[in-house]
């Protein structure tokens, strides 16, 4: 399980993980009150990526790359539902 050190490989490797199969890819944020740290993971059962940090700045890059990555799956669900009922 590669954990990432730079946020910007992070996000570059898991647009690039969720862009190869985005039906199989899973994320999951987790936070820890008592270490402070926020904690997200990419995973399609074959990859596992992971980010760590305690820094406040991260959180707003997370929370960005987080919505982007559900605009895409929302946009991937409502392009086959509009295929599927043509």
Known sequence: ???FQTWEEFSRAAEKLYLADPMKVRVVLKYRHVDGNLCIKVTDDLVCLV???DQA???KKIEKFH???MRLMVAKESRSVTMETE
């Open 1 to 3: 399980m590669p954990q």
């Open 51 to 53: 980010y760590r940090t």
């Open 57 to 59: 700045q991260d959180v």
């Open 67 to 69: 919505s982007q990555l």
